[in-house]
């Protein structure tokens, strides 16, 4: 059983919902990536999502395509932040995932990444321009290796299509609460619980929601109805206007602790 799998099933029998951040490595430099891993971690992440930053991240609003840009004037890469994920995993106990775009994954190769993924301790991946159609090798690939390939549906999903998701992926489904690109929101569609409740017709794989939550109360909502809340565009843009390293750990623990709190058992 891989650390997402038993993740899941330990909050399940909590009757916990998971909380997931998103902080982009490198963002402002790879030495504040690893405190900021091991501080929201230990504030109450039940997983981590490592953002590979890419010159033209097309999913992203704003404020990660600003976080994509200082990680790859600070020099991060994928091969630098696979060597992170190295130095971390003995000290981390919850599951790492790497977040990011096509390119990124396949100039290594889909075996090589795969494989060295695997070598680091990397849980799951999740390729945001790569469906499964047209990803099966790389995907087989990173299962082969006990890699977790994390698919994504949307709002406009078929329900075909929806069945294909639940069946082929790994660890959960991401469900991206809404149209559009990342970013912070003051209020979530009010259609996503009914179109969580829809995919689970397909399958008891977990499902978390992301794309737009950003707040407790946020968080609150969507653990009513889903396994989880992944939280990115609100973490991301508290380090940014932290005014330092240390305040921009404190800001995200502290943020990732109240994010936690409504989550929790009762």
């Given amino acids: 059983m891989g650390r997402l799998e038993e993740r899941f099933r330990m ?24 405190r900021l891993v091991h501080a ?16 033209d991240p097309m999913a992203e609003g704003p404020t990660i395509q600003r976080s994509s840009e200082r990680a790859l004037r600070s020099g991060a890469s994928l091969r630098r932040i696979l060597e992170l994920v190295r130095v971390m995993r003995p000290r981390v106990d919850v599951p790492l ?72 992926t790994r660890g959960f489904l991401y ?15 009010s259609d996503v619980e009914a179109s969580v409740a829809a995919l689970r017709r397909f399958g008891d794989v977990p499902i978390c929601v992301g794309f737009g939550v950003s707040t ?18 609100a973490l991301v843009d508290r380090i940014d206007r932290a005014a330092s390293a240390d305040a921009a750990v404190d800001a995200a623990a502290d943020f990732v602790a109240e994010l936690k709190a409504p989550l929790r058992a009762d």
Avoid: Q, W
């Fill in 97 to 168: 995932i790497l977040m990011g775009y096509t390119n990124n994954f396949l100039a290594m190769g889909e075996t090589g990444f795969a494989e060295a993924a695997r070598e680091v301790g990397v849980d799951g991946v999740i390729v945001v321009d790569l469906p499964p159609e047209e990803g099966e090798e790389f995907y087989a690939a990173v299962r082969d290796c006990g890699v977790d390939p994390i698919l994504l549906a949307s709002p406009t999903t078929t329900p075909a299509r929806a069945a294909m998701l639940m069946k082929a």
């Fill in 216 to 233: 407790p109360d946020h968080a609150r909502s969507v653990g009513g109805f889903a396994d989880g809340v992944v939280v990115g565009s």
């Fill in 175 to 189: 469900y991206v609460s809404l149209t559009g690109v990342t970013g912070a929101r003051s209020e979530l569609g």
């Fill in 11 to 34: 909050l399940r029998s909590r009757g916990e919902r998971a909380l997931i951040p998103f902080i982009t490595a490198g963002d402002p430099d790879l030495e504040t990536t690893e």
């Fill in 40 to 55: 929201i971690a230990e504030a109450g992440a039940d997983a981590i999502e490592i953002g590979v930053p890419f010159s």
